[in-house]
Nanobody, 116 residues
Framework: QVQLVESGGGLVQPGGSLRLSCAAS????????MNWYRQAPGKERELVAV????????KYADSVKDRFTISRDNAKNTVYLQMNSLKPEDTAVYHC?????????WGQGTQVTVSS
C-alpha cells in the first residue's frame, strides 16, 4: 500500500534551516507529482511546494518563494524540502502528499517550530 513517511522536523531559531524528507513506498514514485503542505494551528492547510514527475518542474507558495527548495531523488523514492531563512510564521506541521490513481495520500506529518 502507499506509504509516505516524513522526517526532519524540529525546533529551530529564526533565520535557521531545516531539511525535511518524505520517504515514499507502494507506488512508482518517479511517475508522480509530489507535494508538500503545511498546517498551522487554527489555520487552513497550505500548499507549500510542488515538484512534477518527469520534468521536475517546481512551484512554490508566495510565502516561501526564494527560501524553500523542493527536490526529489527518484532512486531513493524520496522528496525533500530544504527550508532556509526560517521565520516564526513557518511554524506548522508539514505533510507530504501524492495523488496516486486519483486517491490522495498523506504522511503523518513532521512538526517544524521556529522560535527563539
Amino acid at each position: 500500500q502507499v506509504q509516505l513517511v516524513e522526517s526532519g522536523g524540529g525546533l529551530v531559531q529564526p533565520g535557521g534551516s531545516l531539511r525535511l524528507s518524505c520517504a515514499a513506498s507502494g507506488f512508482t514514485f518517479r511517475l508522480y507529482t509530489m507535494n508538500w503542505y503545511r498546517q498551522a494551528p487554527g489555520k487552513e492547510r497550505e500548499l507549500v511546494a510542488v515538484i512534477t514527475a518527469t520534468s521536475g518542474y517546481t512551484k512554490y507558495a508566495d510565502s516561501v518563494k526564494d527560501r524553500f527548495t523542493i527536490s526529489r531523488d527518484n532512486a531513493k523514492n524520496t522528496v525533500y524540502l530544504q527550508m532556509n531563512s526560517l521565520k516564526p510564521e513557518d511554524t506548522a506541521v508539514y505533510h507530504c502528499n501524492a495523488i496516486v490513481q486519483r486517491i490522495g495520500y498523506w504522511g503523518q506529518g513532521t512538526q517544524v517550530t521556529v522560535s527563539s
